[in-house]
């Protein structure tokens, strides 16, 4: 899988609670019905991340006030 795509997926991953949710609930169905294409390595790797942690992550991240840059 391109960089590009695995940065989309991790992304919406974050950003997208649907997303996520049916992403945990069913990688392969939801990432092959969404377009990504992910080697059986990277597959594996996805199924490894800790679902709880992912989703104690993006809530933190909403949480968190939008930064100004300058």
Do not use: C, H, Q, Y
């Not at 996520?20 to 996805?46: S, V």
């Amino acid at each position: 899988m391109p960089k590009k795509d695995v940065e989309r997926l991790v992304g919406r991953a974050i950003l997208d609670a649907e997303f996520r949710e049916r992403l945990f609930a069913d990688p392969e169905a939801t990432i092959r019905e969404e377009g990504f294409n992910l080697t059986e390595r990277e597959m594996a790797a996805l199924k490894t991340v800790d679902a709880e942690k992912a989703v104690a992550l993006a809530s933190e991240l909403e949480a968190t006030p939008a930064i100004t840059w300058k």
